[in-house]
C-alpha cells in the first residue's frame, strides 16, 4: 500500500539559513508526489509537483524538490529561510491517478529563529 | 467567493447528536474532496465526487459517515450518532480537473469537537 514518511515532526532553523524537509514515500509504482504548506488560519496550499521528467522541479516560494527514485525520497528544499516560511509542510503520494486523492505524510511543522 | 469556502469553521456537538458540514468549492471546479485530518497528523481522503457522483469513497470510516453533491456543486458531509473520536478537523478541496491534472484547492477547514 501507498504511504508517505517524514521522519522529521519539528524543525527549528534560523532566518537565512538553508532548509531540508525529509520525505520518503512506498509506492509501487511511478509515483506522483506533492508537497503542501499550511499555514495557521489558511487552507491547505501546493507548493510544487513531480509527475515525470526533470528529477529537480521548482516551486512557489523559492522552494525546490528532488525526486530519487533509488532512495524513495522527494526532499524539500530551500536555500535561504524566510521567517515566513514558518508552517506545516505536508508531502503527499498520489494514491490513484483516476481519482486524485492523495495520502499525506504526518508533516513537519517549521520553526523560525530571528 | 474566489476560493473554496467550508462553513462551520468550528462546530462543537455532543456525543451521538447530528451533524452536518458544508463545502461550497470554486466554481465550475467538478472534483470534489472531503480529507480529515486528526491533531498532529496529515489529512486523510474520505470521500471524491466527480460531477454528482461520489466516485470514489474508500475513505469514509463506517456507516456513520455519509457526504452528498446533489447539483455537482456545494457538498455537505454528514455524520450520524457523533463520537469524541470523530473530533477532528474536516477539510474540502476541489479541482478543475480529475485525476492529478488540475491543482487542488483547498478550504480552512471545519473545525469538529464532539464533547
Known amino acids: 500500500a501507498q504511504s508517505v514518511t517524514q521522519p522529521d515532526i519539528h524543525i527549528t532553523v534560523s532566518e537565512g539559513a538553508s532548509l531540508e524537509l525529509r520525505c520518503n514515500y512506498s509506492?509501487?509504482?511511478?509515483?506522483?508526489l506533492f508537497w503542501y504548506v499550511q499555514s495557521p488560519g489558511q487552507g491547505l496550499q501546493l507548493l510544487l509537483k513531480?509527475?515525470?521528467?526533470?528529477?529537480l522541479v521548482q516551486g512557489i516560494k523559492g522552494f525546490e524538490a528532488e525526486f530519487k527514485r533509488s532512495q524513495s525520497s522527494f526532499n524539500l528544499r530551500k536555500p535561504s529561510v524566510h521567517w515566513s516560511d514558518a508552517a506545516e509542510y505536508f508531502c503527499?503520494?498520489?494514491?490513484?491517478?483516476?481519482?486524485?486523492?492523495?495520502?499525506f505524510g504526518q508533516g513537519t511543522t517549521l520553526q523560525v529563529k530571528p | 467567493g474566489a476560493g473554496v469556502s467550508q462553513t462551520p469553521s468550528n462546530k462543537v456537538t455532543e456525543k451521538g447528536k447530528y451533524v452536518e458540514l458544508r463545502c461550497d468549492p470554486i466554481?465550475?471546479?467538478?472534483?470534489l474532496y472531503w480529507y480529515r485530518q486528526s491533531l498532529g497528523q496529515g489529512p486523510e481522503f474520505l470521500i471524491y465526487?466527480?460531477?454528482?457522483?461520489?466516485?470514489?469513497d474508500s475513505g469514509l470510516p463506517n456507516d456513520r459517515f455519509f457526504a452528498v453533491r446533489p447539483e455537482g456543486s456545494v457538498s455537505t458531509l454528514k455524520i450520524q450518532r457523533t463520537e469524541r473520536g470523530d473530533s477532528a478537523v474536516y477539510l474540502c478541496?476541489?479541482?478543475?480537473?480529475?485525476?492529478?491534472?488540475?491543482?487542488?484547492?483547498f478550504g480552512e477547514g471545519s473545525r469538529l469537537t464532539v464533547l
Open positions: 478541496a476541489s479541482s478543475s480537473g480529475g485525476g492529478y491534472t488540475g491543482e487542488l484547492f
Open positions: 466554481s465550475g471546479h467538478t472534483a
Open positions: 503527499a503520494v498520489g494514491g490513484s491517478s483516476n481519482t486524485g486523492k492523495l495520502i
Open positions: 509506492y509501487g509504482a511511478t509515483p506522483y
Open positions: 513531480y509527475f515525470s521528467g526533470d528529477t
Open positions: 465526487f466527480q460531477g454528482t457522483g461520489a466516485a470514489d
